[in-house]
């Protein structure tokens, strides 16, 4: 596998169920990032895990809870999520910042998302 | 304030012609990068190309280029010759490196349509 991989790719679930999202990236990267992208709106950064660390929560609910074992792989649990919860929710890596390395673009790469629907 | 506009909801444009997005961003850092993403209906979000903010030489990957005009604080994404499989949403995102180097910003996107 290469690149950013995220199962599973479709998912539809009740308001009362539990379930979790994978992310994995294969491209030696130590920051990844959950985003949420809802019909018409822009693309809404949730969390970042630097160097397996937290350092970003925008404010989301406590329904999605993420989870970072490893630099290589990345969760978002979910659990009694509500129907405007419905979007495509998408992983990405990138470098983390490094000051030897401070002209860098540390561009992101993206999984194929996971599309949720809430019922 | 918006970090990253993109004013263009829609566009059209025939195949084999060149097309200009437009995106101006909105920071005080003097040190930042700047994105440009495509989206096929698919989902995925590829990267395009990138700008630093101390780059004096416009990005250019193949058939895509960066217009970077820093005092006007616009970095729009040019593609040329146009080809069908282009036709997809384009987003402009910035990163700033000094402060919130965790987040980044990403405009409303461009949907592009290449005509036959």
Redesign the interface.
């Known amino acids: 596998e290469t690149g950013v991989t995220q199962t599973p790719r479709h998912l539809v679930m009740g308001m009362t169920n539990k379930k979790s999202l994978k992310c994995e990236q294969h491209l030696g990267h130590n920051a990844m990032y959950w985003y949420k992208q809802s019909a018409k709106k822009p693309l809404e950064l949730m969390f970042v895990y630097s160097l397996e660390e937290r350092v970003e929560n925008n404010s989301v609910p406590s329904r999605f809870s993420p989870e970072c074992p490893n630099s290589s792989h990345l969760f978002l649990h979910l659990h009694t999520l509500q129907p405007e919860d419905s979007a495509l929710y998408l992983c990405a890596s990138s470098q983390a910042y490094s000051r030897d390395r401070d002209h860098a673009s540390y561009e992101q790469y993206f999984g194929p998302g996971t599309r949720l629907t809430v019922t | 304030a918006q970090k990253i506009t993109q004013t263009q909801p829609g566009m059209f444009v025939q195949e084999k012609e060149a097309v200009t997005l437009d995106c101006t961003y909105d920071t005080s850092d003097q040190?930042y990068?700047l994105?440009w993403?495509k989206q096929p209906s698919?989902?995925?979000?590829?990267?395009l190309i990138?700008q630093?903010s101390?780059d004096e030489q416009n990005a250019t990957e193949g058939r895509y280029s960066l217009n970077f005009q820093k005092a006007r604080k616009s970095a729009n994404l040019v593609i040329s010759a146009s080809q069908l499989g282009d036709s997809a949403m384009y987003?402009c995102a910035m990163?700033e490196?000094l402060y919130n180097?965790?987040?980044?910003y990403?405009?409303?996107?461009t949907k592009l349509n290449v005509k036959p």
């Open positions: 040190s990068g994105f993403y698919s989902g995925e979000m590829i990267f990138y630093g101390y987003f990163r490196l180097f965790n987040k980044f990403f405009g409303s996107g």
